[in-house]
């Protein structure tokens, strides 16, 4: 080996030890943030598992530990004289009187057999206690329709379902085993309805695992028979973006620019129509305009030709708007400059087509004051076409 | 002198390394392409100092009638933080410590680009759709009028967080687009006429026409 191969090796290890030990420390570094909670070498890992939380009391995430019986195994049914009998099985040993308010709900069509324990009651009306049993009907009273009796068998859960209560065992949906240390619900994120520890599904479709009724007194009330102009969750940005589902139209402002043409089209009182039209004026500032007219060609669309007012604005860049029918029939459009709340109401009475328009400068402490018709003129109602639009002044 | 020169290539490979490894996992934890968690987002004006006062309309006389506005029904700032487990914590600001009851309404919603969307139901409101029922206290998925799934929220002074589990982060909408409040008085009996107030989270600055929640049974 001569002089030049011995150093050359040297350095060569030399820049293999740089690179390895680099490497292996970002690994390391890497590596540390994406582990999981520490898990105490006194609990074997097969005796459960941890689950993360946010503790707000703390405001950061925890784990706690669930032990490994509250997983579920299995579900049978079977037929007896007077009803049926549901055995829910578990992976261990159930603990005669668990440190943690523990859940069973077996979800059926619109039934739920619940079972409390570790001292948590479940609030149906009447409401179910630890330790107890009861199937309750799933709608906005939560009323308890019968207590069933259980017992507990190793690793079993055992109901008897009375023939009397009507119900189709058969129908089962879905398991639910809610699991928390009493200790910290209070602190857990969503309470005992976060922390569902084990699922046990008889179907292939993805369902919604229900809340348990909540335990203030619920506030119930009908609602008005409103109706948004906009479908469900719909968001539409003027200029509009793919997902919108607007297209050009016709140029409804005369500014030489084609506008976008909203799917709206909402059929009103006095066959009448209502759309959205979105106008393009300049790169940063496109508005909004609600317009009323009759779909005379039956295409169950408000084409160009067929609008005959516009009863709603949106005049402010980067407003926000929504639009409405109430249980009368008046079409209303609120628009809201977010920057200074300055808030505008239009209302469109279908059946004599008129408009009244109130504005809010927000803050003022004066709440809403009418500005069309001009309350000198003593109408109740003006025409459409005669509000000073801004929309027509800005091209 | 050689040696120097060597360790400080290969160090210089092994930084840019780690600043490429630092940025894919900082990228992996952020589930939304326009929003890096943490980054707080604070509405375009500031909270106010008293109540405001704004009005509805009376659907009978549609005339305007006037009332308070409360500043803990009003949004002061959003940000969302990402968990080792991937859990998503949405942190919704108010201006003043939100109270234990009320006896008018009160939503929050956080819009996702499409159809999807959170909605929390705070105070005296029962929301249904097609899948079942959002009391208030709870918070839901929706997309459109359907159901996804429930999620916990939690309500600490003047803030409202809602979590999203590591499972249920894919369900959500790759874009955050807006986080709303919706509030209105009891005797009027609904949140569609009443105040809303938005803070603009996708950064595009664009108008927007919104339905509010919720859409009533047919």
């Known amino acids: ?395 | 002198m050689r040696i120097a020169a060597r360790i400080a290539i290969m160090w210089f490979i092994i930084s840019a390394a780690a600043v490429g490894l630092w940025h894919l996992h900082k990228q992996r934890q952020q589930p939304f392409a326009n929003l890096s968690p943490g980054k707080v987002v604070t509405a375009q004006h500031p909270c106010s100092e008293t109540d405001k006062c704004t009005f509805y309309i009376d659907p009978d006389t549609t005339e305007p009638v006037n009332y308070k506005v409360p500043r803990w029904s009003m949004v002061r700032a959003f940000w969302y933080e990402v968990a080792r487990d991937g859990t998503v914590m949405f942190h919704i600001q108010m201006c003043a410590p939100l109270p234990e009851h009320s006896s008018n309404l009160m939503a929050l919603r956080i819009d996702f680009k499409g159809s999807r969307y959170v909605i929390v139901p705070l105070y005296g409101y029962t929301f249904p759709y097609t899948d079942g029922l959002i009391v208030h206290g709870e918070a839901a998925l929706v997309e459109g009028d359907h159901l996804l799934t429930f999620l916990p929220i939690s309500i600490v002074g003047e803030r409202v967080l809602v979590v999203v589990p590591a499972w249920a982060v894919k369900q959500l909408g790759r874009r955050l687009d807006y986080v709303w409040t919706f509030y209105a008085p009891e005797e009027y009996g609904s949140l569609i006429g009443g105040y809303f107030d938005g803070i603009d989270l996708s950064g595009l600055k664009r108008s927007v026409a919104i339905s509010v929640p919720p859409s009533p049974p047919k």
């Open chain 1, 1 to 395: 080996m001569t002089g030049w191969e011995y150093g050359h090796t040297q350095k060569t290890r030399l820049d293999w030890l740089i690179v390895v030990t680099g490497l292996l420390a970002i690994v390391g570094c890497s590596h540390a943030q994406g582990l999981p909670a520490p898990v105490p070498s006194q609990v074997p890992v097969q005796a459960g598992e941890w689950k993360f939380y946010y503790d707000v009391l703390l405001d950061r995430g925890a784990n706690y530990f669930v032990p490994r019986w509250t997983r579920l195994s299995g579900y049978t049914v079977e037929s007896l004289n007077s009803g049926y009998r549901l055995t829910i099985h578990f992976s261990d040993t159930i603990p005669p009187s668990p440190s943690a308010y523990v859940t069973v709900e077996v979800y059926f069509d619109s039934y739920v057999l619940v079972y409390s324990d570790g001292g948590y009651t479940y609030c149906s009306n009447p409401p179910v206690g630890s330790g107890q049993a009861g199937i309750v009907e799933m709608n906005e009273e939560f009323p308890l329709i019968a207590y069933v009796p259980v017992t507990i068998q190793t690793n079993r859960m055992v109901f008897e379902i009375p023939e009397e209560v009507g119900m189709d065992v058969n129908t089962a949906k879905l398991v639910v085993v809610r699991y928390v240390p009493t200790d910290i619900e209070s602190r857990v994120a969503g309470g005992i309805n976060a922390c569902v520890v084990s699922l046990l599904s008889f179907t292939n479709i993805s369902s919604t695992i229900p809340d348990h009724p909540n335990c203030h007194s619920l506030q119930r009330r009908v609602p008005r028979r409103d109706e948004s102009l906009f479908p469900p969750g719909a968001s539409w940005s003027c200029p509009p973006e793919d997902d919108d589902g607007a297209r050009r139209g016709g140029d409804y402002d005369r500014n030489g620019k084609r506008d976008w043409d909203y799917p709206m089209d909402k059929p009103i009182d006095n066959g009448k129509m209502v759309d959205l039209r979105g106008l393009d004026k300049t790169e940063t500032d496109d508005r909004f305009v609600l317009v009323v007219g009759e779909d005379r060609n039956g295409n169950g669309e408000l084409d160009d030709n067929e609008i005959e007012a516009p009863i709603g604005e949106c005049p402010t860049e980067g407003g926000i708007n929504y639009g409405f029918i109430d249980e009368n029939g008046y079409i209303h459009w609120i628009n809201r400059d977010p920057r200074t709340g300055f808030t505008r109401h239009f209302i469109y009475n279908p059946q004599n087509g008129g408009l009244k328009v109130y504005i809010d400068p927000d803050g003022d402490g004066k709440g809403g004051h009418k500005v069309y018709p001009p309350p000198s003129s003593g109408q109740e109602w003006g025409d459409p076409n005669g509000y000073h639009w801004d929309w027509k002044r800005y091209r």
